[in-house]
């Protein structure tokens, strides 16, 4: 199976449980790898057949500036359903890093696959 993947995607969010997180946007940053067949995209030179990661990295910002949710990962797992789903990935690799959550700590975060991943 062929990886898709964004790397660095940097949306800002309401995430947290402190009351101040509540309140303040953050910046939260994205990679994600996507399992898709791109063998027809190549053979076509035809972006119907391909994963368009324009339209996917679209719909996660809207969805993450959209969102409001107390834990990463709530916000983690909602991200992979829509990818799954929206857009028939069968399987997500996902890392997302809420810089600054520790001090001391450059990255801290959570990352997560879900499906299968084919060859």
């Given at each position: 199976?062929?990886?898709?993947?964004?790397?660095?995607?940097?949306?800002?969010?309401?995430?947290?449980?402190?009351?101040w997180e509540r309140?303040?946007?953050?910046?939260?940053v994205l990679d994600?790898?996507?399992?898709?067949?791109?063998?027809?995209?190549?053979?076509?030179?035809?972006?119907?057949?391909?994963?368009?990661?324009?339209?996917?990295?679209?719909?996660?910002?809207?969805?993450?500036?959209?969102?409001?949710?107390?834990?990463?990962?709530?916000?983690?797992?909602?991200?992979?359903?829509?990818?799954?789903?929206?857009?028939?990935?069968?399987?997500?690799?996902?890392?997302?890093?809420?810089?600054?959550?520790i001090r001391g700590?450059?990255?801290?975060?959570?990352?997560?696959?879900?499906?299968?991943?084919?060859?």
């Amino acid at each position: 199976m062929d990886i898709i993947f964004l790397g660095g995607l940097e949306i800002q969010t309401i995430i947290g449980i402190y009351e101040w997180e509540r309140e303040t946007r953050q910046t939260v940053v994205l990679d994600i790898e996507m399992a898709f067949d791109i063998e027809k995209a190549a053979e076509t030179d035809d972006i119907q057949y391909t994963l368009d990661y324009k339209t996917v990295s679209k719909r996660i910002i809207s969805f993450v500036e959209e969102s409001h949710f107390f834990l990463v990962e709530k916000l983690i797992v909602e991200i992979a359903n829509i990818i799954r789903n929206e857009f028939n990935v069968p399987w997500v690799k996902i890392t997302l890093n809420k810089k600054g959550a520790i001090r001391g700590a450059s990255d801290v975060g959570i990352i997560i696959e879900r499906g299968v991943k084919t060859s």
